[in-house]
């Protein structure tokens, strides 16, 4: 499958997906907040899974996404945030997941790695840690339906933008370009309508947004207003 199938699926006539992540939102009617956010008019949805080791927290696994799966028409972005991914590729995939990404950090060999996930019927996708370059991507870039940029040390929402995101954004867009490649670049952590619309002005793809969404309801007027902040970052 090719990165540019992912945007003709549900890529917003403004050239951006906004995918929000559950983390924000309300566990106890997750359910509810599925359909809430496809009613919302939203296409993708950020599942973040945590095993207390690679990251500090935890949060949930493959049987929660696979009860998901059936009620829910969005596209299902799966940043894991584990050790020894490899070990789990087969249970998201069989879950439900259309996209699986996996931290550079957390795997030896990045390349095979990749290669499972879309064997296995899911877009393959590298998050990549705030401090971590961007060379750890550039030969998988053909291979790669999107890159992600933490913009935040993983392992939390509500955390705080770290600027330097922004440079790696621009940067890496130039990398993929000179390449004549397609992939996304998401960025994820601290996004809200104050950097939304420098992040796509500067090569962003995909907004992740956790608390900047979840906390200002009704789903739909949010969604509309990071849609006119991306609209006016790339006016100028
Ligand atoms: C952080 C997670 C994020 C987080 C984003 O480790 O990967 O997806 O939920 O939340 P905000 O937008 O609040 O930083
Ligand atoms: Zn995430």
């Not at 550079?104 to 064997?119: C, D, Q």
Request: proline share 6%; net charge negative.
């Amino acid at each position: 499958m090719k990165t540019h199938e992912v945007s003709n699926e549900t890529m917003s006539e403004d050239r951006f997906v906004l995918s929000p992540s559950l983390l924000s939102s309300d566990f106890s009617r997750l359910q509810q907040e599925l359909t809430d956010l496809e009613e919302a008019g939203l296409p993708w949805v950020h599942w973040d899974v945590m095993d207390g080791h690679f990251v500090p927290n935890i949060t949930l696994g493959p049987m929660i996404i696979k009860k998901c799966r059936d009620k829910s028409g969005l596209f299902f972005d799966v940043h894991l945030m584990i050790e020894r991914p490899d070990e789990y590729l087969e249970d998201f995939a069989t879950a439900g997941a259309d996209l699986i990404c996996v931290h550079a950090e957390a795997t030896s060999h990045l390349e095979r790695t990749v290669s499972r996930i879309r064997e296995l019927g899911a877009k393959p996708a590298v998050a990549l840690n705030p401090h971590t370059p961007l060379c750890q991507v550039e030969y998988l870039l053909p291979q790669l339906d999107m890159v992600l940029i933490m913009s935040v040390n993983p392992g939390f929402s509500g955390q705080q933008f770290i600027p330097f995101a922004i440079k790696k954004v621009r940067d890496l867009k130039k990398m993929i370009q000179d390449q004549g490649g397609t992939t996304l670049i998401q960025v994820d952590g601290g996004v809200d309508l104050s950097n939304a619309g420098k992040l796509t002005a500067s090569g962003a793809d995909v907004l992740v947004s956790g608390s900047a969404f979840f906390r200002n309801p009704p789903y739909r007027q949010r969604y509309q207003q990071f849609r006119e902040t991306v609209r006016a970052g790339r006016r100028g």
